[in-house]
């Protein structure tokens, strides 16, 4: 079965929406300004002649009209760094601010990490956390190329993710960009088709819930925890949200975005879900020009429920799963 064809149902328009899977993805960069300010790196470019368009929704991301800019100086000096367009978004509605304490629970290779960390003008403190150490490498090896200083890199398995090390019992936000079953990346990886399997759904399903939980046992009441995937699955995504609600102290809060975006859906194959999760954000292929992506933004506290790190590890023995 052709995975995306499942999610017909979902989508306003089905022709727009295969057509636009079918399509290469542009190819996007976004300017560090840790290290450059927009204009700079766009002089850049031009000297290098590259073309580029700027995104309209976010004057930091750059569409490459021809090719890509890995081996320029530009990028070598980590003045861009190349990111799909959607995926900037989980980082927006998380929307750190300098002098903060933030989780990226599932980090590698570090390009929303990165992100925060500039969004931060790289003042505060990023915990960038992911249970493989080889994509850890890659993202100690951006880090340093984009010129990031606040960050901690840590290699645990997020669902059991231990304050002790720290002198703090809470961070102020925390972002679960989790391990998901990728077919919103079928523009730029179209083996997503034939790789996915129901199974695989079924497995990463315990590993996202038992990241979301302790995600939000991490963060301080009033927090924020964003959750975002690039897959269509509601099984991954309402499914997931609606878990946490269920299980921890936590609401669902709408943010904005200049995307065209949809609201998650209440209803899928006879599941029912928390009716909250319409304030989440479903980005469909055709809508932007850009990848699949899913968006949660979550509020810690206000429900008078709060339950200990060990009742997660129920969530925990599922199988483990790498996107
Ligand atoms: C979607 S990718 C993250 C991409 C990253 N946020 C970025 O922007 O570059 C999901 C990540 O989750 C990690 N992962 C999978 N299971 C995990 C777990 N139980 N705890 C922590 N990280 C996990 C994978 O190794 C993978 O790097």
């Known amino acids: 079965m052709d995975p995306i064809k499942r999610y017909l149902p979902l989508v306003d328009d089905e022709e727009a929406f295969l057509a636009a899977c079918d399509r290469p993805l542009p190819y996007a960069v976004r300017v560090n300004t840790i290290k450059t300010t927009v204009e700079r790196a766009k002089a850049a470019l031009d000297a290098e002649d590259i073309g580029y368009e700027q995104t309209d929704w976010n004057p930091e991301i750059l569409r490459l009209t021809d090719g890509k800019a890995g081996t320029t100086w530009p990028y070598f000096h980590g003045w861009l760094h190349g990111q799909e367009e959607v995926s900037a978004l989980p980082a927006i509605a998380l929307d750190p601010q300098p002098g903060e304490k933030v989780w990226d629970t599932c980090a590698a290779p570090g390009s929303k990490s990165s992100q925060l960390s500039a969004l ?94 302790r995600a939000i046992q991490a963060t301080k009441p009033g927090g924020i925890v964003v959750y975002s995937t690039c897959t269509f699955a509601p099984e991954e995504n309402e499914a997931v949200v ?43 292929p055709h809508q932007n020009d850009t990848g699949g992506f899913f968006c949660a933004k979550l509020k810690v506290g206000g429900t008078e429920r709060r339950e200990t790190a060990a009742e997660v590890g129920g969530d925990a023995d599922e199988t483990e799963v790498e996107a």
């Open 120 to 213: 931060m003008d790289d003042e505060g403190f990023v915990v960038a956390n992911d249970n493989s150490l080889g994509r850890l490498s890659a993202l100690r090896h951006n880090a340093e190329r984009l010129g990031v200083t606040n960050v901690a890199v840590t290699n645990r398995d997020a669902r059991n993710f231990s304050m002790k090390p720290f002198h703090f019992d809470h961070f102020d936000r925390t972002l679960v960009d989790a391990p998901c079953s990728c077919e919103g990346t079928v523009r730029k990886n179209p083996d997503v088709r034939d790789q996915w399997t129901m199974n695989h759904v079924k497995s990463v399903v315990g590993v996202q819930k038992g990241i979301i939980r």
């Open 242 to 284: 609606t878990h946490a609600l269920e299980s921890e102290d936590c609401g669902v809060v709408e943010f904005d975005t200049p995307l065209e975006t949809s609201p998650g859906v209440t209803e899928w194959e006879g599941e029912e879900y928390h009716p909250s999760v319409t304030k989440t954000q479903r980005v469909y």
